[in-house]
């Protein structure tokens, strides 16, 4: 009797143990205790010069990850966004992709803007095996990059689609000899391959292209440059900061002496309309955008979502006030998606989490029904289809050229 | 006391008392002034050093800012801060351009790009040691500096370490680190000229030799000892001081100068002022050589003649003119002024002669005046006692005239016709005179006649009576003359009117108090006297008091009213005195005349009022009588002329 209860204690003892080494094990495979949550990293610029892209692409994240939550998580298990500043600084962007890559219970990183900091967070990106998800980063390279396996899915603009497609915009409104005027970074040489690809696709060819430095103060020659070289559209790739500075230079010139501007998008993640809102009503200025909330393609779910929106930021009034609209709707797709790959892969490992993103069916987002979103071999969701040409109003919201009044 | 005596004590004096008096003076003097001198030299030499302290620390952080500043141009370039955020341009044109810089005049120092956590991403001398590794150097406690937004300069041994941040839209995300060693900066400084010998730069780790003297400082067994030592304010062969240099916290420099230096320079201004000692020693011994030549000799000889002179107030003596120049003028100016004093002399005497002269003159001249003077009064008061008189007699002729024209006659004569018209008619004298118209007519006419006659006789005694009066007014004009004009000099004196009223009341008093009449007296103070003959002033005031109480002595006026009060005034117009009582007897418009014409009780007072009023004007004064109607007073006023503006 006493060695059969003995034989029982042992055994219980024993199946602790099991358990206990079970549920370690599951955590070293992806699997989550209950009572922990599931991580998802925000690596963006917060603080510094388009600091207002982060916080775009932070609410968006928050929205999701909230509509997720509120529908029990990933199989119970909440998700909780942890936020790092990289503040534009490839250095920095590195190291905290280092630093989320130490997080046990780390589902992915979202990572945005710029395009040299994702370009330069690659290798370690990869060295970490971390998701990384981006809206936006335009690079080329960024999903193009040489890792098997890419662990980079981007719902954003592809440079390789924005430069044909911005190309094709001057083009329609009648220009022929665009200046491209593009920043000294893996962006703008990116750019700069698509753009003259689509120009010489069509046997023309820039009237001149013409590099500037990030913190360049000094654009008045460059912008004589543009003009000696008888450019008549400027075709822009530059961010907030260096975007208002070129604004506020050609501004400075008698009205006809004024060059029209088709810019990429990186003006919209910063400060760009307060810089310059004095003088941005006499500039013709349009830039890329792929996602409009006062236009949206799906009335109902955008109606949601700026409900949804409007409930956690109270101080957007109407939809006009969702600023940097892009960065919010594409973290948010983002979002959603990483959710329907973590269910399906029933793990947080990673790796397993990477595979099922690249099987994700069908989702229908916010932007668009993605089908799919990815593939094995395109990790790119959206296509040139998807942008649209947009322009300040007289209050500064972001408005699609269409809609102008 | 012989003139060789003299010079020999004289001699003895001098040179045994003055002078070695005068050298230890000097000696006091030169060690006194040496002492100062020094401290004079010493303290203006520690400003000059002070100044120049401050000349070279300026100098110093010059320097050091313009390597400074290097950075920062470095830094805020935008290869540079594209270089932080693009991959490919660090591997593209980032190492090249900083390949290619040099700090200048450090040619070694090595310029770095760090990233955000003091990382290199490119270096100008990249082979060169990666000072991050220094253990000596706080690398994260220099970068954490640099990425809240400062600038970092250190100076380690061996190592100065210029870091600046790198800032993209404001904020710091990189680095430039300027790296060289002390002999470096030293190289730096080397090339600037200093005005002073001796630079240490220092902070509480390390000392840097700039100048070839203080690196001479270096030589040493411990030379970390050494540099501390010549550092201290305190050294033998340097006068030292430190400085910090501004806007470098800690750091600080210290300069030098040679002390020799200022010692080379203090004992040639020694040897000036013993120079100047000597020759101050030199020169006291001439002036007094020179000064005893002119004690002795010279002196004596003036002492002598100046005491001679002194007593016989004789000026005619000469001093010799020869000799020192110095003698020579005393003596000249000496004799000059005694021809002055003997000219002067002469003038006194000729002076004194004349003044002398003239005042017997004057004197005599004043004797004549005052006879002419008194003869002349007397002519005047003649000539008006004689028409006085004149004036009195006609009346007194009048009135012989009258009696002459003989009215007295007429009746007689009268009465004789009538005497005879009645003779004719004596036989029926009663029948005649009581019943014949003529008869009638003529015993009437007879008894006027009769009448008349004694009117007539009545009228010729009041007639006499008046001549008589009239001959004893003469007699007594002619009385009052000889009393007035008499024997008395007529000559005028300062006169107290107080003193006079007092006198003339004195006399007076019997008579008043005889009278039960009350006098009273105001004296004014400080009352001027009065130039007038003080004899006749006096008997006007006592005709005038005899008067008053005459006066009222004779109208029985009441008690009340048997006042007479006298006051003294002395105003800007004149100087005199009233005499106010209730008394009457007084026309102001005939009381000065000579000649009293009814019946008023004394033809003497009524004269003495008139002579009143003639010595009252003799002696420019003026007499007025009023009557103070309100009052019932009579007020006579006696006035002397001051030489002001007239009476009111």
Known sequence: MKYMFKKKVVFFYIGIQFFITFSFLSLESGRVLAGQTILIGLDADMSSGSAQSGIAIKRGALIAIDEINQQGGIAGVKLELVVKDHRGNPARGIDNINEFGRLTNLAAVIGGLHTPVVIAELEAIHRNEVIFLCPWAAGTPIVENRYHPNYVFRVSVRDEFAGEFLIRKALERGFTRPALLLEQTGWGRSNE????????????????????NWGIKSVTKTIQSIKKADSDVIIMVANAPEGATFVKAIS????????????????????????????????????????????????????????????????????????????????????????????RAGTINRNAVRNELEKIDEYNGLIKDYKPPFTESRHDALTEQDFIMARYNAKGYIVPVREDK | MSITHHKHRLATMIFLRIIPVAIFVLVL??????????????????????????QTAMLIERKLDNIKQYAQILASNDLVVNGLIDITARSNYIPTLFQSLIVPEINTAQVV?????????????????????????????????VMDGHTHFQIDPGLIIVAVPVNYFHLPEGAIFVYFRSQDLSTVFTKVSYPVDFILIKNERISLAITNEAMNF???????????????????????????????????????????????????????????????LFALTIGVFIASRLATNPLVVFAKGIENVRGTKCFNIRFPEGGAWEVSYLASAFNALFEELISITITKDQLEERVALRTKEL???????????????????????????????????????GIRENEIGRITSDLQRCYSDLCLNKVSLTDYVSRDKRGVQVFEYMSGLIDELIETSDGQENTVEKIKKTVANVNAMLTLQQMYSGTDPDYKEQTDINDLVTTAIQIQSPEFDKRKIKISEVLSDGMRPVNVNKNQLLQVLLNLLKHRYEAIGYIHKPMSQRKVAIQTYDRKQGIGFEIIDFGGGIDPDTAFHPVETDDSSNGTADLDLYYCKLFVQANDGEIFIDKMIDEKKTRISVWFNTGDSAME
């Not at chain 1, 109270?314 to 329907?340: K, M, N, R």
């Open chain 1, 193 to 212: 391959k698509a753009m003259v690809l689509a120009l010489n696709s069509l046997k023309l060819e820039p009237s001149g292209i013409f590099w500037f």
């Open chain 1, 252 to 343: 400075s010139f008698p009205e006809k002496d004024q060059l029209p501007v088709i810019s990429h998008w990186g003006i919209t993640g910063g400060n760009f309309y307060q810089d310059t809102r004095e003088i941005i009503d006499g500039i013709d200025l349009q830039f890329l955008q792929t996602y409009s909330f006062s236009a949206p393609v799906f009335s109902d779910r955008n109606k949601k979502f700026i409900a949804q929106y409007q409930h956690f930021f109270p101080s957007a009034v109407s939809d006009f006030e969702i600023f940097s609209p892009a960065g919010t709707a594409h973290a948010y797709d983002l979002v959603h998606l990483l959710a329907i790959a973590l269910k």
């Open chain 2, 29 to 54: 003097l030169w060690f006194g002034t040496r002492y100062f001198a020094y401290k004079t030299i010493e303290k203006d030499l520690y400003a000059n050093l002070s100044a120049q302290t401050k």
């Open chain 2, 113 to 145: 790009l760090t990233d955000y956590k003091g990382r290199m991403i490119a270096s100008n001398f990249p082979e060169q040691d990666n000072y991050e590794t220094d253990p000596d150097i706080s690398y994260s406690v220099i970068i954490n500096k």
């Open chain 2, 218 to 280: 270096k030589v040493a067994d411990n030379e970390g000892h050494f540099l501390e030592k010549a550092a201290a304010s305190h050294d033998s062969h340097w006068i030292k001081q430190q400085l910090a240099i501004p806007s470098y916290t800690g750091l600080s420099v210290v300069c030098g100068l040679k002390k020799e230096e200022i010692l080379q320079g203090y004992k040639r201004f020694e040897k000036l002022i013993l120079l100047s000692m000597l020759l101050a």
């Open chain 2, 363 to 401: 004197e005599m001249m004043q004797g004549h005046l005052v006879k002419k003077a008194i003869e002349a009064g007397r002519v005047q008061l003649s000539n008006m006692v004689l028409h006085n008189i004149g004036n009195a007699v006609t009346p007194l002729n009048l009135q012989v005239e």
